[in-house]
């Protein structure tokens, strides 16, 4: 498995992200800029350029037409994928944490930072209402007064979003009426990462309490945990087996006192079902901010604290070891 390695970035990567057909991908970082590569190749296709601070979070929608970004200078910006042009400006009063399309791509959401005084908030954009955007009025507004939101997704069909707190829990929050419908707190510390499955059923989240949980996207039913003995910063459900791939490593700032041989910097592959550990792809310097499954499934990309990304193609071997378990 020798990896394309991405090199457009100067700081360490906060996010990767495919398109649905999974021919372009999107990696955020924190430098202001924004790069789209061609994940067949990792040739750069192009950025997309505006942000004055670090980039925390990037979607593309449904058709790969608009790309979403957010950032810590206090701006989510909507962008034309093809063109790089920017289309939309929405301004916040702190840094944008977390953001995403909804299933059709109409509607945007994306949380803001509790900080400077400012509260936590989830705004949602219709953006087939220009006037909400020229405005900066969101259609809804959610105050989340307890914890920061550090990580969330829509769920199945767009009817609510899953978010994941600096302390531990997990709530949904309704996209129509902005209500909390459910709340359950299993991580005992912040959750890093949300990524659903690919047909939406079921999601995981990656924890600083050393483990990854899978739920039930619509119950939030506990169903699975897989253990590690370092923090995990990501965690993505393969579309056509039971695996998963979780990234992680030490707290950045900790990372110059071990070297990279115990650094447990690489990424781990467990059983969806067993919750057992079947295999490690090492090759970050650092530890691994972002990882995601190639939606077709024959590959994965990890981005890391070492400002790198890496598409790593599977062997055939992989396909013929699953088929035959």
């Given amino acids: 498995m020798k990896p394309i390695l991405l090199q457009g970035h100067e700081r360490s990567i906060t996010q990767i992200k495919y398109n649905r057909e999974g021919d372009l991908l999107f990696t955020v970082a924190k430098d202001p800029i924004v790069n789209v590569w061609y994940s067949v190749n990792g040739e750069r296709l192009g950025t997309y350029n505006g942000h004055t601070g670090a980039v925390w979070c990037v979607d593309a929608d449904w ?42 791509g109409n509607i945007i959401m994306f949380s803001t930072d509790k900080q400077m005084g400012y509260q936590c908030f989830v705004s949602f954009f219709d953006l087939r209402d220009p006037s909400q955007i020229e405005n900066n009025e969101p259609y809804m507004k959610i105050p989340c007064s307890d914890s920061k939101i550090t990580s969330a997704v829509w769920g199945p069909l767009g009817e609510f979003i899953i978010a994941g707190h600096e302390s531990g829990e997990l709530n949904q929050f309704s996209a129509k009426s902005g209500e909390q ?42 169903l699975k945990t897989f253990r590690t003995e370092r923090p995990v910063n990501s965690a993505a459900l393969s579309p056509i087996f039971d695996h998963v791939v979780l990234g992680g490593g030490q707290e950045a700032m900790d990372v110059t006192t071990t070297s990279t041989r115990i650094g447990k910097f690489e990424a781990r592959f467990f059983h969806l079902a067993f919750e057992e550990e079947f295999g490690r792809v090492k090759g970050h310097f650092g530890p691994i901010n972002s990882v ?10 990890s981005g890391g604290e070492d400002g790198y990304v890496r598409i790593h193609y599977f062997d055939p071997q992989y396909f013929e070891f699953e088929f035959e378990a």
């Fill in 63 to 104: 058709d790969t037409r608009h790309v979403l970004t957010g950032s810590a200078d206090n701006s989510c910006r909507l962008w034309d994928c093809e063109t790089g042009k920017q289309l939309a400006l929405v301004k916040t009063s702190s840094a944008v944490r977390t953001c995403g399309f909804d299933f059709g």
């Fill in 181 to 222: 419908l459910s709340n359950i707190k299993e991580h005992t510390k912040q959750i890093n990462d949300i990524q659903t499955s690919r047909d939406m059923t079921m999601f995981i989240t990656a924890s600083k309490d050393n483990t990854a949980k899978l739920f039930d996207c619509t119950s939030l039913e506990h």
């Fill in 292 to 301: 995601a499954f190639h939606p077709d499934g024959k590959s994965y990309s």
